[in-house]
C-alpha cells in the first residue's frame, strides 16, 4: 500500500491530539492537515510593540514590552472571583496589569521580570491599567518586537492560540506539499503569489502588503475554483434544443383569479412564456420574488399554459407541509379549466401511490406536485413539459438533473425555479449563472408591512398579554422555538415539546394552543395545519417547519424564540407567514441580547425588504450558511466574501470561464492541481456525482 501523504494524515495521528482534541477540531470541520493549512485566520490583531505607553489613548489595543516592579497583588472577591494586579512600566511610564480570576498570575510572574502584553489599555481615576490577552516572558536584551498576530475561530474546548500552534508544527513538513491551483498563465496574467507563499503569508504574515497580497491570491483561488467547478456542472446540462409550445392565450386564467395580477407578476408570466415557446433551449429561469409576492399564481400561469398545450408539470417542494400548500393552491386555480392535480409525497399509502403513478405515466395526471416521492425511478410522465421547483436552495444540481431526464421524448422540461428568500446579486451570479432571472418586485394591493420588534426576557409578560389580545380580536398567532427537545449543547435555548407544555397549562390554559414540529408523523402534521387553518388552533407552538409555504391569513402575530440563534433570511422568511390578509401583523424577536444579536436584529426591525435583510444576511454569515442547513449545492468558502470580494469574484468568474473554454475537461498538465481543487471543494455537495468522470 502507498503511504499516505503527510498532507492528507488525520490530524488524529498528529502528537497531542487525543480523542476529545480531534472531535473538537471536526466541529470546525479541520480532519486532516491539509485542512489544517487551508484554516485560515478570522482576523489580525496589531501587536507591533509601542514604546510610548503615556500618549496610548484609552480603549486601544496596544502591545507592550514592560518589567514588573514590584510583586503581584492578589485580591479575592467571595468564593469564586479573584483580581490579580502587576505594577510594570516601561520607558513612557508606569500601568497596572489587571488579571480577573486567574490566581495562577500572581504567583507565575516577580519584580524585575520583563513581559511581552498584548491587550487592551483602560485609563481611570487609578491610573493607566492594561487588561491583557497575551502574556509572555522575555529576554529584556531582546524583547519582541511583535507584528500581524492572526486570530483563529475557537469552539467550546479549544482555543484559537491552539489551533495556531498546531498550525505551526505542521506547516514546514505541509507547506512542500502544497499543489499549485491556479493555472500557471492565469496566476501571472493576474499577478497573483505562488500558493505555497500566498500560504505562508496568511499564517505567518512578514508585513501588511504581504498579508494583503496573501489574501488576495487565496480568494482568487477560492472564487476560480468555484465558479470553474460550477462552469463543468453547468455545461454537462446543456441541451441544444428544447420543446416549443404554442402560444397560449392566459386571458381566461387571470379573468378567474379573485384579484388583479401585478405588473411584475405579468412581466413574469411574459418572461417565462417567451422561453417556453421559443423552442431554441429548454427554459431555465429563476423566480425571484419576497415572500407573499405571488409567486404561485406565475407558476399556474405557467402550467397553464403547459396543459393547454397537452404537456405535464411537476412540482417539486421541499417539504410535506409545502407540497401539501402547493395542491390546494394549483388546484382551486387551474381545476375551474378541467386541469387535473395530483399529490405524491413519501408518506402517501402504497395502493394510492401506485394510482397515481399509473395514472401520471397514462398521462391522465397535468400537474403533478410532491416532495421528493417525484424524483422516484419509476416516477414517469407520459409528456413532462414543466418542472417547477420551489426553494431551489434545498435542492442540489443533481435533484434538477433527475427531473430533467424525465422530459417528453428525451428533451428535458422547460424548468422555473421559485425561491422565496430573495438571493443577492453576486450569490446568484455564482449560484444561478446559467439562469435567467425573474423579480417580483410587488406586492399585491393591500398588503400592510409586518411591525417588526426586537425584545428581551423582561418583555415576556408583555408579549404574552399581547398574544391573548391578539387572540380576543379573532386572530391568530405563532410562537416559533428552534429545537424540538432539550439539547445537552444548546442549553438555554426554549425546546417546542417544553415550551408547549409551559403555554398551554401555566399561560393559556383557557385557548387552543397546538404544537408541530419535524418529528411529528405526516398525518398528524397535515391534521395540526388544517386544524389552525380553520382557527380551531389560536396559538400554534413550532419548529421552523412552517418556515415556508404555510398561508394563513387569520394568524397575525408571530413571536420567535431565541431569535439571535437564527440567520436573518430565516427569520424574514418566518416572518413572512404573518402579514398575508388585510390586517396589521406583528413579529417579535426574543432574544437574550447580546452586541453582535443586537446589531443582526436592528436589520429586521429596520426594513421589510427580504433583499436588504439577504445582504446584510450574506455579509454576516457567508454563503456556506446562508441559506442554514448545507441542502443548496453550494461549497462553503473559508476565505473569500461573497459581500466584500465582489470584484474579485467578478474578475475570477470571468477568468474561470475563459480558462474552460480552452481545457473544458480539464486534461492538461497545468490543470490538474485545478481538476483536484474543484473535486475537494465539491466533495460534500449533492452535485459530487457529476465529477466521477473528470
Known sequence: MDQIAYIETPVSKLRGVGEKKRERLARLGIHTVRDLIRFY??????????????????????????????????????????????????????????FFNQEYRARAYHRGDWLFVYGTLRRSVRGVELIPEDVERVDPDAPPTGGLYPVYRSTEGLSGREIQKLIATVFPAAIGEISEVIPRSVRSEKGLMPLQEA?????????????????????FE?????????????????????????????????????????????????????DMTSGAAPMS?????????????????????????????????????????????????????????????????AKEKKRIIEACEAGEIDILIGTHAILEERVRFSR???????????????????????????????????????????????????MDISVIDQLPPGRKSVKTYA?????????????????????????????????????????????????????????????????????????????????????????????????????TLMVIENAERFGLSQL????????????????????????????????????????????????????????????HGLPSLSIASFSGDMRLLHDAAA???GYIEADPALVTEESRGLLQAVRRLFSDVSSQDLFVTL
Open 199 to 219: 500560504l505562508r503569508n496568511v499564517h505567518f504574515p512578514s508585513s501588511a502588503e504581504a498579508l494583503r497580497d496573501a489574501r488576495r491570491t487565496l480568494v
Open 655 to 657: 477568468a474561470a470561464e
Open 572 to 631: 424574514h422568511q418566518l416572518r413572512g407567514r404573518v402579514g398575508r390578509g388585510g390586517e396589521q401583523s406583528y413579529c417579535v424577536l426574543m432574544s437574550r441580547g447580546g452586541e453582535s444579536a443586537d446589531a443582526r436584529l436592528k436589520v429586521m426591525c429596520d426594513t421589510n425588504d427580504g433583499f436588504k435583510v439577504a445582504e446584510a444576511d450574506l455579509a454576516q454569515r457567508g454563503p456556506g450558511d446562508f441559506f442554514g442547513a448545507r441542502q
Open 41 to 98: 485566520p478570522r482576523d489580525y490583531q496589531d501587536r507591533f510593540v509601542r514604546r510610548t505607553t503615556a500618549l496610548l489613548p484609552d480603549g486601544e489595543k496596544v502591545a507592550l514590552v514592560v518589567c514588573v516592579t514590584a510583586e503581584p497583588m492578589l485580591y479575592r472577591k467571595g468564593r469564586n472571583a479573584s483580581v490579580t494586579r502587576i505594577r510594570a512600566a516601561d520607558d513612557s511610564g508606569s500601568l497596572v496589569l489587571v
Open 455 to 555: 425584545v428581551g426576557e423582561d418583555m415576556r409578560l408583555r408579549i404574552e398579554n399581547f398574544i391573548r389580545k391578539t387572540v380576543a380580536a379573532g386572530q391568530q398567532a405563532y410562537v416559533v422555538c428552534p429545537l424540538v427537545e432539550e439539547s445537552e449543547t444548546m442549553e438555554g435555548l426554549r425546546p417546542v415539546t417544553e415550551h408547549f407544555e409551559h403555554l398551554s397549562r401555566e399561560v393559556f390554559p383557557d385557548l387552543s394552543v397546538g404544537i408541530m414540529h419535524g418529528r411529528l408523523k405526516a398525518a398528524e402534521k397535515a391534521e395540526t395545519m388544517e386544524k389552525f387553518r380553520r382557527g380551531e388552533i389560536q396559538v400554534l407552538v413550532t419548529t421552523t417547519v412552517i418556515e415556508v409555504g404555510v398561508d394563513v391569513p387569520n394568524a
Open 285 to 349: 429561469r429563476l423566480l425571484q420574488g419576497d415572500v407573499g409576492s405571488g409567486k404561485t399564481t406565475v407558476a399556474a400561469a405557467c402550467a397553464y399554459a403547459a396543459a393547454k398545450c397537452g404537456y405535464q408539470t411537476a412540482v417539486l417542494a421541499p417539504t410535506e407541509i409545502l407540497a401539501v400548500q402547493h395542491e390546494k393552491s394549483f388546484s382551486r386555480l387551474l381545476s375551474p379549466f378541467g386541469i387535473t392535480c395530483a399529490l405524491l409525497l413519501g408518506s402517501t399509502a
Open 222 to 274: 477560492e472564487f476560480f475554483t468555484l465558479s470553474a467547478g460550477l462552469t463543468l456542472l453547468r455545461r454537462r446540462g446543456v441541451s441544444s434544443a428544447g420543446i416549443a409550445m404554442d402560444a397560449v392565450d392566459l386571458s381566461p386564467f387571470f379573468a378567474s383569479l379573485p384579484y388583479a395580477p401585478t405588473a411584475a407578476q405579468l412581466r413574469s408570466v411574459n418572461e417565462a412564456l417567451a
Open 384 to 434: 413532462l413539459g414543466l418542472a417547477v421547483c420551489d426553494e431551489q436552495h434545498r435542492f442540489g444540481v443533481r435533484q434538477r438533473g433527475v427531473l430533467a431526464g424525465k422530459g417528453a421524448d428525451s428533451i428535458p422540461p422547460h424548468t422555473l425555479v421559485m425561491s422565496a428568500t430573495p438571493i443577492p446579486r453576486t450569490l446568484a451570479l455564482v449560484m444561478y449563472g446559467d
